[in-house]
């Protein structure tokens, strides 16, 4: 005896989205209070911040690969949706969308793994080395994660370009 699971609605996607968003930008801001009360009562090391620079540094990077990554690889999803809803030409709008969102939520999520990892990099640096300078990045990339909400106006604007660019690559 097979029982179907309700299909969640565009609603509730948007609000998992949001709660994936919240969850990963708490994330950062926790690790980053414990290690502003832990990490800077020492006296920052001698030497050269290897670590501080190297964090600085991904921080960039990611900051670059957070507009090239999560954008091909959701290209890509979107492109073989379509074609998969052309091929079984059947497909519901409200069914549809809900693949459109899936696809936002993945590219979401991509791109704020990416800031994620690279201002927990800089927040070690903090730890390790108890550089005051690691905070910067930590700080440029947190403003732009939250930047980055989940928005119906965001999703509905990803959706029409997405629709738009797959047209254009349809006519050539």
């Known amino acids: 005896m097979s029982r179907e699971l309700p299909q969640i609605t565009l609603q509730q996607r948007q609000m998992m989205m949001t ?24 006296e920052p090391e001698k030497g050269l911040p290897v670590i501080t620079y190297l964090g600085m540094g991904i921080a960039a990077l990611m900051l670059v690969l957070r507009m090239v990554v999560p954008n091909l690889v959701a290209r890509n999803q979107f492109t073989q949706a379509m074609q998969e809803a052309q091929a079984e030409g059947n497909q519901d709008e ?13 590219r979401l999520i991509i791109g704020m793994a990416l800031l994620e990892g690279a201002a927990m990099l800089n927040l070690f640096a903090v730890v390790i080395e108890k550089q005051k300078l690691a905070f910067i990045p930590v700080v440029i990339l947190l403003l732009v994660m939250i930047a980055s909400m989940p928005t119906k106006s965001k999703l509905d604007a990803w959706i029409r370009n997405q629709m738009e660019n797959y047209n254009l690559e349809q006519q050539n």
């Open 19 to 42: 709660v994936i968003w919240l969850a990963l930008i708490m994330g950062v801001v926790t690790f980053g209070i414990i290690v502003t009360f832990i990490g800077l009562k020492e």
């Open 94 to 106: 409200e069914q549809l969308l809900g693949t459109f969102y899936q696809i936002f939520l993945v």
